[in-house]
């Protein structure tokens, strides 16, 4: 009778522990506090954007503080510099957070469920696609009103003038209004999801954060919007 010989397993190589970054977690936080960045800068944008109805001499005047806030303590556009540079690491880290989230949900499951039905809101389904948009948007909008590159009828020093002049073209009017909803879904979704990511939600304020989340979304996107409606209709010209 043959002895059965047993044969030592072989020890599995350990994996290095997983650093900050190259968790999910902290993919998720990154998105999270990146996300909350970008959207204190979405509320003073939204609030700087709203002077236009006091006039071309008030949203100039705004115009003109931008590049000397800080001043005297700091130079000219340096904190505007700030801003921009603090604006283009979140955008960035939010962005590559999000397609490397994305490349492993789908290697975690490769192959689609056979039975196809709706489990999420029409934001979160949405969520990748407005990412594109908005990205494309950023480009367009520095092209448009910081850089003056695509706006013909722009005017160096004259934010007021270069508002009304993009908001005058039928295509400029589709851009912005069509990146403003992609703004609002994403706002509505994200919000939710980072007080979720950063333990700021459970069962009993679920509820209220999606109320915010809404209103947030809600009031962004109309105070967006406000300013081509107003240029469209004649109230700001």
Request: with cysteine.
């Amino acid at each position: 009778m043959a002895l059965a010989t047993r044969t030592a397993a072989k020890p599995s190589p350990t994996r290095p522990p997983r650093t900050f970054w190259g968790s999910t977690l902290g993919k998720k936080i990154v998105m999270a506090v990146s996300g909350l960045i970008m959207l204190g800068y979405l509320v003073a944008h939204v609030v700087g954007n709203l002077k236009v109805f006091f006039g071309p001499d008030e949203f100039n005047a705004y115009g003109r503080w931008l590049r000397v806030m800080g001043a005297p303590v700091l130079h000219e556009g340096w904190a505007l510099w700030g801003v921009r540079i603090l604006l283009l690491a979140a955008v960035v880290a939010h962005a590559v957070c999000a397609y490397q989230l994305s490349r492993r949900d789908i290697k975690a499951r490769p192959t689609a469920y056979v039975h196809k039905r709706r489990r999420a809101s029409y934001a979160t389904r949405t969520m990748r696609w407005g990412g594109i948009i908005i990205a494309l948007f950023i480009v367009w909008h520095i092209l448009d009103l910081t850089t003056l590159t695509v706006n013909e009828n722009a005017q160096h020093g004259r934010p007021y003038e270069n508002v009304v002049a993009t908001f005058s073209t039928w295509y400029g009017n589709v851009i912005y209004v069509t990146a403003m909803l992609a703004v609002g879904l994403h706002i509505r979704h994200g919000f939710w999801s980072a007080a979720q990511t950063l333990g700021a939600g459970n069962a009993r304020r679920d509820r209220a954060l999606k109320a915010v989340a809404n209103g947030l979304a809600l009031v962004l996107t109309a105070g967006f919007l406000a300013v081509p409606v107003a240029v469209m209709t004649g109230l700001v010209s």
